[in-house]
């Protein structure tokens, strides 16, 4: 009897009722979809240290040399310390670090960007291994062998077999490698085992000239990190190495996403329970002109016998029921929404410290970019919250309005009437 009578009383006032589902299927869409865009790019923003199996990206800032000549270091990546490099695997939270060893070559035409890595290492740099176009990747106990970013073959014709001279040196080209596909975080135009970089840097006087250098030498480091502390294996890091350290995490990309994102990231939560209140209070208006419209209906129902607590439980079933269906309406409406988002991309700035260029050259810095997929979608724990909390706020506010349209007296009403 008491479901029959909620559903011909709503159907009884159709505009009323499609008033109040628009009302709660607005306010519950326009919440979680902005919980969704936040969420994408947030995912985002993890890709280019994910493409590399890396949580933290270490550097140092350091001195610009006295002159750009032969074999440099950008000031970015400063070498750190052999104790230093020991002391950051004992950080607690830190499982597991890669070390390279990054610089500048302007002894040949062209300049060129180099970077010396273990090729053992499976993460960090070594992810190149996966992106192999031509010839192979470099391997353990390699020496005087380098494998070529793609592009940068293509612009200056080079091939597998063919030698490039770096400090008086020769490499054979062994591979050519699209570096894109490792999010560009430490780009460069030519990968050589790190032995071999080594060795150079010790040789350069325009490093020696700024720099003391251990036995081992390297200024890129890539953590790998405990999830659950990776903000604060990221603050340990920093006091570790000193206020010139640069630490790289996932909040390092949102940070250039620019202010549209930024607002959203933190206001969204803001923003979307002021569209769930005004949704309610859409719901209470309804709910407030239903009861205003039937007063002669609780008068009558009064008069023939209803009890309060029957009216009560009536007029809430039938709040209940329109704020039931508009949550639903408004959960399919934000997956739909974030259906759509997930087929925009976004483009994510690298910074320049990540992987740098002299900004004194023809055309200036080179300005890297990952364009990826918006990975946005609905949260379950959103669903169950706006849930939850549309329909206790809808109970509560049918609650207390139906209470106080039970207390009319019937002959009161009537005579109204």
Not at 291 to 307: C, F, K, N, Q
Not at 388 to 408: F, I, K, P
Request: proline share 4%; hydrophobic share 45%.
């Amino acid at each position: 009897m008491g479901l029959r009578y909620v559903w011909s009383e709503l159907v009884h006032r159709p505009q009323r009722s499609i008033v109040a589902i628009i009302s709660i299927a607005l306010g519950v869409a326009l919440y979680l979809s902005l919980q969704a865009y936040a969420e994408g790019y947030q995912n985002a923003a993890r890709t280019p240290l994910t493409e590399i199996g890396a949580d933290l990206v270490v550097q140092r800032e350091g001195d610009i040399p006295d002159a750009f000549e032969g074999i440099v270091f950008p000031h970015s990546t400063a070498p750190i310390g052999e104790e230093e490099v020991a002391a950051l695997r004992e950080v607690e939270g830190v499982e597991e670090v890669g070390e390279a060893l990054f610089f500048w070559s302007f002894e040949s035409d062209p300049f060129l960007v180099g970077l010396g890595i273990d090729p053992e290492e499976s993460f960090g740099p070594g992810r190149l291994r996966t992106a192999i176009r031509e010839g192979r990747f470099l391997e353990a106990g390699d020496t005087g062998v380098a494998v070529a970013d793609s592009s940068y073959a293509d612009q200056y014709q080079l091939q597998i077999g063919d030698t490039v001279q770096i400090s008086g040196e020769a490499f054979q080209l062994v591979g050519l490698a699209d570096t894109s596909r490792v999010g560009n975080v430490a780009n460069a135009n030519l990968y050589l085992p790190i032995a071999d970089v080594n060795r150079m840097v010790h040789a350069a006087p325009q490093v020696q000239s700024v720099y003391t250098l251990d036995e081992q030498v390297t200024n890129l480091l890539f953590v790998k990190a405990d999830s659950a502390q990776a903000s604060l294996v990221a603050d340990n890091l920093k006091q570790l190495l000193g206020e010139r350290s640069l630490v790289t995490t996932p909040q390092s990309f949102e940070d250039v996403f620019g202010t549209t994102f930024q607002l959203i990231d933190r206001f969204g939560l803001l923003v979307g329970f002021s569209c769930l209140f005004l949704a309610l209070l859409g719901l209470l208006r309804v709910v407030v002109g239903g009861l205003t419209e039937r007063r002669r209906d609780v008068g009558i129902m009064r008069a023939v016998g209803w009890r309060k607590r029957e009216i009560v439980r009536q007029i809430s079933r039938e709040s209940l029921v329109l704020v039931a269906v508009g949550w639903s309406i408004g959960v399919i409406a934000a997956i739909g929404i974030a259906y759509v988002l997930s087929y925009f991309t976004v483009s994510i700035p690298v910074p320049w410290e990540l992987s740098p260029t002299p900004h004194f050259m023809a055309g200036g810095a080179k300005s890297l970019a990952l364009t990826v997929t918006m990975q946005a979608s609905v949260q379950p724990l959103g669903i169950a919250g706006t849930g939850v909390l549309c329909l206790l706020a809808g109970w509560v506010l049918s609650w207390w309005l139906a209470r106080r349209a039970a207390n009319m007296k019937p002959v009161e009403v009537l005579r109204s009437e």
